[in-house]
């Protein structure tokens, strides 16, 4: 096990826009390897008051593209006297990781909301490209999550609906995959602010493969008492 390993976020991370605004999605685990360095980390991060990223990929590139960003948009802002719009955020991102795409190996989804467009998401994957969507998945359990939203995501959809949504999402991809877990985070961004959410382990909907067994074949043969031999 090599502790000296990059932290990975070995994520899931997801955005979706819904009917007056956006929710974001993530799990907790950072990984090291095979060795889980922090179980509850935070890959929602603030950029401004009204735009936030999920952050996968390596830990530190992700957190050096958001520390740059928030450093520019807070320019930004001063200079024009108002808030910064998402598509601004997004561009900023979308701009340092493809002028950067050979030394950063980060996945960002912006979302946010703002009084020109409403709510929005955009996906910036590894290599700089940007892409306005109305649901974006990142991460390494994304992989388990694109057939679950081609069937699950609709417009028009209410704030709790996309929340549901999302944290179903995420949910069944910590059941998938093992570079997710810990727990659930959400933001909801809309016209009157921002809201954090916190969902436990605890609280998770779980599936096939973690339901107690019932009337399990292992259950009957361990429950009967061991008949003697006859030679």
């Given at each position: 096990?090599?502790?000296?390993?990059?932290?990975?976020?070995?994520?899931?991370?997801?955005?979706?826009?819904?009917?007056?605004?956006?929710?974001?999605?993530?799990?907790?685990?950072?990984?090291?390897?095979?060795?889980?360095?922090?179980?509850?980390?935070?890959?929602?991060?603030?950029?401004?008051?009204?735009?936030?990223?999920?952050?996968?990929g390596s830990a530190a590139d992700s957190q050096i593209v958001s520390d740059y960003v928030r450093y520019f948009l807070?320019?930004?802002?001063?200079?024009?006297?108002?808030?910064?719009?998402?598509?601004?955020?997004?561009?900023?991102?979308?701009?340092?990781?493809?002028?950067?795409?050979?030394?950063?190996?980060?996945?960002?989804?912006?979302?946010?909301?703002?009084?020109?467009?409403?709510?929005?998401?955009?996906?910036?994957?590894?290599?700089?490209?940007?892409?306005?969507?109305?649901?974006?998945?990142?991460?390494?359990?994304?992989?388990?999550?694109?057939?679950?939203?081609?069937?699950?995501?609709?417009?028009?959809?209410?704030?709790?609906?996309?929340?549901?949504?999302?944290?179903?999402?995420?949910?069944?991809?910590?059941?998938?995959?093992?570079?997710?877990?810990?727990?659930?985070?959400?933001?909801?961004?809309?016209?009157?602010?921002?809201?954090r959410n916190f969902y436990p382990s605890d609280k998770l909907q779980l599936w096939h493969e973690e339901l107690e067994?019932?009337?399990?074949?292992?259950?009957?043969?361990?429950?009967?008492?061991?008949?003697?031999m006859n030679i």
């Amino acid at each position: 096990m090599d502790l000296n390993a990059p932290h990975s976020m070995g994520t899931t991370i997801i955005g979706v826009t819904y009917d007056g605004g956006v929710v974001l999605g993530a799990d907790s685990r950072t990984s090291t390897g095979m060795y889980v360095a922090n179980r509850a980390s935070d890959k929602i991060t603030q950029l401004t008051d009204n735009v936030y990223i999920c952050r996968s990929g390596s830990a530190a590139d992700s957190q050096i593209v958001s520390d740059y960003v928030r450093y520019f948009l807070h320019q930004h802002t001063i200079q024009l006297g108002q808030p910064a719009t998402v598509k601004v955020a997004a561009n900023l991102v979308r701009l340092l990781s493809y002028n950067n795409k050979n030394m950063l190996q980060t996945g960002i989804i912006v979302g946010g909301w703002d009084k020109y467009e409403g709510g929005k998401i955009y996906g910036i994957p590894l290599g700089g490209t940007i892409l306005e969507q109305p649901f974006a998945i990142g991460g390494s359990g994304s992989s388990y999550l694109y057939g679950f939203f081609d069937q699950a995501w609709k417009e028009g959809m209410s704030k709790d609906e996309a929340e549901q949504l999302v944290v179903k999402a995420v949910s069944l991809a910590i059941a998938r995959d093992g570079a997710s877990g810990g727990v659930v985070r959400t933001v909801i961004i809309n016209s009157d602010g921002v809201t954090r959410n916190f969902y436990p382990s605890d609280k998770l909907q779980l599936w096939h493969e973690e339901l107690e067994p019932q009337n399990s074949l292992l259950d009957i043969l361990s429950a009967a008492s061991p008949e003697p031999m006859n030679i």
